[in-house]
């Protein structure tokens, strides 16, 4: 049979990377399908982190697919997020932790998809009902990703399945859950060599609701001031990204990862967003308590406020 290509969304973060290679390795051990790993994207110094730190090489780029083309999709659906050509590939499984939308094929489908905080949970639940064993370097993974996603099991995106899940991956990738976790995350945090271009790609997704086209992006510090510094250079780049990719709306998010708040800057249908957070942005920015999670507290809010 053809290559099957497996990959996660664009701008991939580590959960889009690791699980791209974890599903890479159970397919393999099934047999059935020949499947590669590819990224959509340059891969973050978080993700780098995690690859390094277990001896995995990351997957090869891919830019665009053929018509037929047989793939997996993992930890997205939404064919914006995907890669070019995903309209008429051939679409054989899809595991993800994100809501539906924007998604359609041609021909039935494996789709699992489970309100966890990572995709790498539905994988560890994928390889218990295939019996098949957990080596090392896939518990790091798996782990690394969980631990990104849940921003160390502490955003309100994470359940109490991805805790057990992650307490055991850490022992069997023999790692301190804690001390590993803040190692990982704090990887992410190094902003300090992006443009501001760069800064507001690193974890950016586009979104359509009702014909409103927007945009979230997400970046992690220990020092929402710090980046705050580079504010104007910022709204000059979502400025220019909104015009030639006609978006209609802005929302930026420097997330505190020691605190678990977020800072947000938003430009262009800014009532939207105040009408979302019940806020009033100040020179088009707010601090949000608790607010961390792009997929649970700023894309359903929005959708409503919509
Ligand atoms: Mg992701
Ligand atoms: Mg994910
Ligand atoms: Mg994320």
């Known amino acids: 049979m053809n290559e099957v290509k497996i990959f996660g969304h664009k701008n991939p973060d580590t959960d889009t990377i690791l699980s791209s290679l974890i599903l890479e ?6 047999g059935v399908y020949n499947v590669k790993a590819y990224r959509l994207g340059n891969i973050n110094k978080e993700t780098k982190y995690a ?6 090489k990351e997957p090869e780029l891919l830019e665009e697919i053929e018509e037929g083309t047989p793939v997996m999709m993992v930890d997205h659906n939404e064919f914006s997020q995907s890669v070019k050509g995903i309209e008429n590939a051939k679409i054989i499984r899809v595991v993800d932790h994100h809501k539906i939308a924007n998604f359609e094929t041609h021909e039935p489908l494996f789709y699992l998809a489970m309100p966890v905080g990572c995709t790498a949970t ?7 009902v295939s019996g098949i064993q957990i080596d090392k370097i896939t518990a790091g993974l798996m782990l690394s990703a969980i631990i990104s996603d849940t921003l160390l099991l502490k955003s309100p995106t994470c359940t109490p399945k991805d805790i057990e899940v992650a307490n055991e991956l850490a022992s069997i990738a023999e790692v301190d859950l804690n001390t590993y976790g803040l190692e990982l995350l704090k990887a992410g945090t190094d902003l300090s060599d992006f443009t501001p271009e760069q800064l507001i790609n690193i974890d950016s997704k586009p979104f359509t609701t009702n014909g409103v086209k927007y945009q979230v992006a997400q970046v992690n510090t220990a020092s929402i001031e710090e980046v705050m510094k580079g504010k104007a250079e910022i709204e000059n780049a979502m400025n220019s990204f909104m015009q ?3 978006v209609d709306l802005f929302v930026f998010m420097i997330t505190d990862i020691i605190e678990n708040n977020s800072q947000i800057i938003v430009l262009g249908k800014t009532e939207i967003a105040e009408k979302a957070f019940n806020i009033k942005l100040e020179n088009n920015t707010a601090y949000l308590e608790g607010v961390v999670s792009r997929k649970k507290q700023v894309v359903p809010n929005i959708d409503k406020a919509i």
């Not at 690859?51 to 995995?56: A, I, K, N, P, T």
């Not at 539905?122 to 218990?128: A, N, Q, S, T, W």
């Open 25 to 30: 390795g159970l397919e393999k051990t099934l």
């Open 244 to 246: 030639s990719n006609s």
């Open 122 to 128: 539905i994988l560890r639940e994928m390889f218990k």
């Open 51 to 56: 690859l390094d730190y277990f001896g995995v």
